[in-house]
């Protein structure tokens, strides 16, 4: 259990600025979770906390030890950090078996072989590996592998646990399986996690904190997972947590039309018109589909269905708003309660049970997801 | 409390890399640049009137011709023969598949000069067995077939180069997406359409990189046109340079004529490398299925049965005749006899093992070859491993050296070898084994590279960082992570040295010393004082040596492969 | 009018059943899907309407017309079908251009210069490709290529169009794209869709009516909200959407979740004919959670309340059962451990294995 912190980190690939004076703190015990979409920079932080990048400029400090400074130009190697990583593919020796692997981290601390055995045993138990130590990685499923890299890195009991994208090859039910399991693991363990994905639903399940990342690698917001998705700090955020309906408004004379045929569109709430920024003329609601409620009547305002998707579990519904497109869903078992099953070209009501608003500065519109 | 760890001025990393960079330069760049240096200058000066003086002499512009003309249609013939038998075994429902497959292979172990030299004893014009033969049943004056002759060099080389074309060709119509072809069936296309429109189209570029590899070895290719051709003054530039060298008693000036023929082997075979890249990135799409399914197979029907008796004929005809009149030959009490039992003898093969010229060049072949292929594949593995996996800067100058080796063949090699190595940098190994090693070294590192690079490609880099990450070193980590996964390929390109050095002779033709000879060498000089059961003999040992190399070889990687 | 007509079609593998005696009326029109595990023979069926497999038994009738029979011995080679294809790993031809892709089948069928650079052109322009029209597809990504496999099936205008798995290559979000545009491209040129897929949600938002298959066996025929609500039997409600299956004990009617017999029955409408114990089956979204340990309806506990955004997932602990629920967050978050009353909506009630 340690505390990793970056001060002002920089890293570039050519000419490529790839982080850019980016500071943070992870604190001991903690699951933080780096959201943000691919070829973010948020795998080099995690390379950069292992030892396999330096930084070109900063300071990289785990517990009292300062691993890398860029601007002097040392860095301890990544066998020295006492780290474990678990990798998007694995990375299980192909050659060493299940036991072999586990044992491996041990055996390069020079940990006595009897007691090594016996701490290689308890892992593979607590990933619930057991029984199958004598097989080779081709012989286990890819859930499987993970597990074992799982093990792997936490025998040695590493004072902080990296992963990096460590589902994104399972398929959906695994995935759901495994993420409960490391979150199990850790907190059983009680190691530090950084945990990096582009994937918003694992990171909601499983994070203390969650830092959402940009394309340019500059942190947007760090919150618990509640705090980023309720409070968003700003569209690409929203955008970033799930499926997003954004419809453009103008505020005239106290009151807020659509941007798109200029009808009034619902009041706007005197916290948010008191805030700062807000006074803009141009904002934009936001919400999620679920927050879309459809009605059989027809206000407070008129919506056309345009397409209609039963997903299973969900009916999906894209909604013509005055020319705006939004989404929304509900879950098929209160739609079939309610009568709420509509048909492509069926007129409904729109309300919203809660709305965003964001100043509008060239950010998109309709849907987003 | 703060650690630091300083990194070293000159990491480990690139004392490997300059090392690598050594080896190469020492056994590759040097004789290559030696070669050009003696082709273009002459005493310190650049002598461009000299260079064409040479190749507008009528005797080495028409060896140039014959090479050209040698390899345009050796490649044309092993295409067409290949591609045929590729289809039949892929897309038809030839009966005895796995078997035919397998056949179709053996070609490859049995040496070209060998089976030269069988042709040589059926078909030659004065004295071959079918010849005699077919003259008696019809009574002809003359020989109907002369093998001696560009015609016989182009189909006898044909033979033994084909499975490049088939292997190629078919593993490509194997792992094809069926799909692409039911796709076009259920746009209404018939399956000679198909064939026709999608399946030789999509596997264009395995018939291409197959036609390229004969394009390759042909043009350079002593053995065939040795036995075939020099008897009746057909040379292409291999035996020109050889037949130069031996005749002037290895003058600098038959040299000299060597590097420029060399020069012009060097380009063309560069030309033919590049063509290779060109067509192959031109044509670069995957068109192997995600999953196996069973790709439509034509229906032969009536031609079932006769296409099948065409292919073991050709096997036959091929394979099986060559060998089975080389072990007879070399059985024969004399040469010319008719093969009965009372004119065989086990006593020659026995011989071949008493006789000191013989038995040297059996010892001097074994450990010539075992010495070259663990050398170069140790080398190719450490220089593999820097272009591969580590990238220190000055990186790219190993990765043009290491192209380099590709596009050598076996007798620029020994020109090469030979201006490096005579004592003009203090060292002469001049008709010492050595020299051969040396050589052999040169020649086979490109198959090592290969070898080794695909193996460690396959080693992804998270499962190096994996085991830093567990707290090993980057030197634990070489030893017990990359060098046990990469060992399979190491253990290839062992073999793949090992094999074709054991029988070389383009090479060692150049290089041999009075004690120095090779097996490919003695059956060659043997055949060429006249020895010819005696030749036949001792290739007949060969054909047993590499036979047992090659059937345990395969055994030990299928099991190898088991394992994996 | 029924376009497509499957008469008792059984296929076998080396003795093993791959498809067993299935009967089908697809109506012209229609968008028809099959949906099973993978290996349920749903893509042996559509390769046998295709003619790539031969049937062991039965009849395939399309628009009245014999394509395939056992009984008379007659089969009609793929390339004369006149259908439309798509596979799942695209199967375009890289060496040819987008253009030649989709003039292909024309110019097998000999189809008049000028007439067929109509349709190509038509094909093209209803893909969104009409752009690419001179690239060659490995220049292209995996949707424009599996467009470029639409446009080549729709040139040739055809009755019925297969698809095998189309959207299983290309990511979700793309997935969800194509699918409309498969259905916009149906409405355009008025073919009969088949269907395959093993990815339920695809199944229902695409079809008109859709066949669940596993094993070879017929599960199911219906449209999708039929199939959803009124499952025919335990596999099809587990295969469809998310399921909870409890084992409950019948007495007098009500059932009571096994060991929790003593306190209230989660259904006073239970059927007599299962015998004493059997499963309650329901979805995660038809289970109401109210939080504290009195009050109406069974009591539970919180084993795992998981946060996904738009919805709770919950893992809820019923006596020594554990089932899940999914709720939306804005009906409020109970958190791990606490304890709760839960009422469920719907039942669906079956035997034990």
């Known amino acids: 259990m340690s505390e990793i912190e970056f001060r002002s980190v920089s890293k570039s690939f050519g000419t490529k600025q790839v982080l850019k004076n980016l500071s943070f703190r992870i604190h001991p015990g903690e699951c933080f979770t780096i959201l943000g979409p691919s070829g973010c920079g948020k795998t080099i932080a995690v390379r950069l906390i292992a030892g396999f990048e330096t930084p070109d400029r900063g300071i990289i400090r785990i517990g009292s030890t300062i691993v890398a400074d860029g601007s002097k130009g040392y860095a301890l190697p990544p066998e020295n950090r006492n780290i474990g990583v678990v990798f998007q593919d694995y990375a299980v020796w192909p050659h060493m078996n299940v036991l072999e692997n586990v044992l491996y981290p041990l055996r390069m601390q020079k940990v006595p072989k009897e007691e090594a055995l016996q701490r290689a045993r308890a892992a593979i138990k607590q990933v619930n590996m057991d029984g199958l130590e004598e097989r080779l990685p081709y012989q286990l499923s890819g859930g499987q592998q993970q597990r074992v890299a799982l093990a792997r890195a936490l025998v040695s009991k590493p004072a902080i646990l990296l992963l990096d994208e460590p589902l994104s090859n399972l398929d959906a039910n695994l995935r759901e399986e495994m993420r409960f399991e490391i979150k199990e693991l850790q907190k059983s363990t009680n190691s530090t996690l950084l945990y990096v994905t582009h994937d918003q639903e694992v990171a909601l399940a499983i994070s203390d904190r969650i830092a959402v990342m940009n394309e340019k690698g500059e942190f947007q917001q760090v919150g618990t997972p509640e705090e980023v998705y309720d409070q968003p700090a700003n569209p690409f955020v929203f955008r970033f947590l799930g499926i997003a309906n954004f419809i453009p408004v103008y505020v005239k004379e106290g009151k807020t039309f659509l941007t798109s045929n200029k009808k009034e569109f619902l009041p706007l709430p005197t916290k948010v018109q008191r805030e700062d920024g807000i006074q803009a003329e141009n904002l934009l609601a936001a919400c999620r589909p679920m927050e879309v409620e459809l009605s059989r009547t027809t206000g407070p305002l008129e919506g056309k269905v345009v397409r209609k998707a039963l997903l299973g579990p969900i009916i999906d519904y894209r909604i013509d708003l005055g020319g705006t497109i939004v989404r929304a869903q509900l879950q098929t078992e209160e739609g079939s309660r309610k009568n709420l099953i509509f048909e492509e070209g069926d007129s409904c009501g729109v309300t919203f049970s809660r709305l965003l608003w964001f100043p509008r500065n060239g950010e998109g519109e309709g849907t987003h997801g | ?564 | 009018m029924s376009e497509l007509k499957l008469i008792s079609v059984t296929k076998r593998f080396n003795q093993v059943v791959a498809v067993n005696k299935l009967n089908l009326e697809v109506k012209k029109g229609e968008c028809f899907s099959f949906l099973g595990p993978s290996g349920c023979g749903k893509t042996t069926t559509l390769r046998m309407i295709a003619g790539f497999e031969d049937l062991d038994e039965g009849e395939l009738l399309v628009d009245g017309e014999v394509y395939s029979s056992s009984y008379k011995r007659y089969y009609l080679p793929p390339e004369r079908r006149d259908f439309g294809m798509v596979f799942q790993a695209f199967a375009v031809w890289p060496h040819l251009t987008v253009w030649d892709n989709v003039a292909f089948p024309l110019q097998i069928r000999r189809i008049p210069k000028v007439e067929m650079e109509k349709r190509v052109k038509e094909a093209l322009q209803s893909t969104g490709l009409s752009a690419m029209k001179d690239l060659y597809p490995s220049k292209l990504s995996g949707g424009e290529q599996q467009r470029i496999a639409l446009a080549r099936a729709v040139a040739i205008n055809p009755k019925v169009m297969l698809l095998d798995e189309p959207l299983s290559n290309l990511d979700p979000k793309l997935r969800e794209e194509m699918r409309f545009e498969i259905k916009d491209l149906q409405r355009r040129f008025g073919f009969t869709i088949l269907y395959v897929t093993h990815d339920q949600a695809e199944a229902m938002a695409l079809s008109d009516r859709m066949l669940v298959m596993n094993s070879g066996v017929v599960q199911q025929i219906g449209k999708p909200l039929e199939i959803y609500n009124e499952p025919a039997n335990k596999f099809v409600f587990s295969f469809i959407g998310l399921s909870n299956f409890l084992k409950v004990r019948l007495r007098q009617g009500k059932a009571y979740p096994l060991d929790l017999e003593e306190g209230n029955p989660i259904s006073h409408e239970a059927p007599s004919e299962l015998g004493d114990v059997c499963y309650a089956a329901f979805r995660p979204a038809e289970v109401d959670l109210v939080s504290g340990s009195s009050g109406e309806g069974i009591p539970a506990s919180v084993a795992r309340s998981t946060f996904l955004g738009d919805l709770v997932d919950y893992r809820i602990s019923i006596g020594n059962q554990e089932i899940r629920v999914q709720k939306p967050k804005k009906n409020g978050v109970l958190r791990n451990g606490e304890s709760c009353r839960i009422r469920i909506n719907r039942i669906h009630w079956f035997p034990l294995d």
């Open chain 2, 1 to 564: 409390m703060v650690d630091i760890y300083t990194k070293p001025k000159i990491s480990a990393a690139q004392i490997v890399l300059l090392f690598s960079i050594l080896v190469l330069v020492v056994v590759v760049g040097i004789p290559v640049i030696l070669i050009f240096l003696t082709a273009f200058f002459e005493d310190g000066k650049l002598n461009i009137p000299g260079f064409l003086q040479i190749l507008k002499d009528p005797d080495t512009y028409q060896a140039l011709w014959n090479s050209l003309v040698i390899a345009f249609g050796t490649t044309l013939v092993s295409t067409s023969v290949g591609v045929f038998f590729a289809w039949l075994v892929a897309r038809t429902d030839l009966p005895f598949k796995k078997t035919m497959k397998a056949l179709f292979l053996v070609p490859f172990m049995l040496p070209s000069f060998i089976g030269a030299l069988a042709w040589k004893v059926l078909l030659s014009p004065r004295a071959g067995y079918i010849n005699k033969f077919l003259m008696v049943l019809l009574g002809l004056d003359t020989a109907p077939i002369d093998i001696m002759s560009m015609g016989g060099i182009i189909v006898i080389e044909s033979m033994y180069l084909f499975p490049f074309v088939f292997l190629q060709v078919e593993s490509a119509l194997e792992r094809m997406d069926p799909t692409l072809e039911e796709s076009a069936r259920i746009s209404g296309a018939g399956l000679l359409t198909i064939t026709r429109k999608i399946t030789l189209p999509l596997v264009l570029p395995s018939i291409l990189s197959g036609a390229l590899l004969v394009a390759l070895y042909s043009l350079a290719h002593f053995g065939v046109p040795a036995i075939l051709g020099t008897e009746k003054g057909i040379y292409n530039i291999p035996t020109k340079i050889y037949e130069r060298i031996y005749s002037s008693g290895g003058s600098f000036r038959a040299i000299r004529v060597g590097t420029i023929l060399s020069t012009i082997l060097v380009i063309s075979a560069a030309l033919i490398l590049k063509a290779q890249d060109f067509l192959l990135k031109k044509g670069k799409y995957q068109i192997i299925a995600g999953k196996s399914m069973r790709p439509m197979l034509l229906k032969l029907r009536a031609l079932r049965t006769p296409l099948l008796i065409v292919s073991i004929l050709y096997i036959g005809i091929t394979v099986i005749l060559p060998t089975v009149t080389i072990f007879l030959v070399g059985g024969l009490k004399t040469y010319g006899l008719s093969f009965e039992t009372k004119n065989l003898t086990w006593a020659n093969y026995l011989e071949i093992f008493r006789w000191k010229m013989t038995k040297d060049a059996i010892w001097n072949s074994v450990y010539l070859s075992l010495g070259a292929a663990l050398v170069t594949m140790l080398a190719g593995t450490m220089i593999s491993y820097v272009i591969v996996k580590s990238r220190p800067k000055g990186k790219f100058i190993l990765e043009l050296l290491g192209v380099l080796p590709f596009s050598l063949p076996g007798t620029v090699i020994a020109l090469g070898v030979i201006l490096t190595w005579s004592g003009r940098f203090g060292i002469n190994i001049y008709n010492t084994p050595w020299i051969i090693f040396v050589a052999y070294v040169a020649r086979y590192m490109a198959f090592s590279l290969k070898s080794n690079s695909a193996a460690l490609q396959q080693v992804s880099d998270s499962l190096e960082e994996a085991s830093r990450a567990c707290g090993a070193t980057h030197f634990q980590t070489l030893k017990n992570i990359v060098l046990p996964l990469i060992r399979p390929g190491m253990i290839s390109a062992f073999f793949l040295i090992f094999l074709p050095a054991l029988r070389e002779l383009t090479t060692s033709v150049l290089l041999y010393g009075p004690t120095t000879r090779t097996i490919g060498v003695a059956i060659y000089a043997l055949n060429e004082d006249g020895e010819t059961v005696r030749a036949a003999a001792l290739a007949s040992v060969a054909l047993v040596i590499i036979l047992i190399g090659e059937t345990s070889i395969r055994k030990f990687l299928a099991r190898l492969q088991k394992q994996e």
